[in-house]
Nanobody, 130 residues
Framework: QVQLVESGGGSVQAGGSLRLSCAASISTYNCNAMGWFRQAPGKEREAVATIFTDPFEEYYTDSVQGRFTLSQGTTKNTVYLQMNDLKPEDTATYYC???????????????????????WGQGTQVTVSS
């Protein structure tokens, strides 16, 4: 079981930026896909962004397109979610998720399907004030 640990959450004003980190217990390059989800109070968990490692593909939900960027770190066991121009509606607990099992379960057409991610972190809180 791959262990994931998120960090980097916090409180910012609208228009500000945060970078979330997800440290994995294995190289993320050995994973089929790494993603970020979020859940606001009273709402369902929402897929935010996912990258597939080989071949490389990236997916973003419409509300964060152009503002958020998911990337893999040079240390090979960390992925990042750079969040710019944050809005109050981005307030949520953010979760890192991964499909690192063999054979992989996830593919691009179902990147939003939380049930196909085998590993999850505990979450980090992001609060954006207006």
């Amino acid at each position: 079981q791959v262990q994931l640990v998120e960090s980097g959450g916090g409180s910012v004003q609208a228009g500000g930026s945060l970078r979330l980190s997800c440290a994995a217990s294995i190289s993320t390059y050995n994973c089929n896909a790494m993603g970020w989800f979020r859940q606001a109070p009273g709402k369902e968990r929402e897929a935010v962004a996912t990258i597939f490692t080989d071949p490389f593909e990236e997916y973003y939900t419409d509300s964060v397109q152009g503002r958020f960027t998911l990337s893999q770190g040079t240390t090979k066991n960390t992925v990042y979610l750079q969040m710019n121009d944050l809005k109050p509606e981005d307030t949520a607990t953010y979760y890192c998720a991964a499909d690192c099992i063999d054979p992989p379960r996830l593919f691009g057409g179902i990147w939003r399907a939380a049930g196909y991610y085998a590993s999850w972190g505990q979450g980090t809180q992001v609060t954006v004030s207006s």
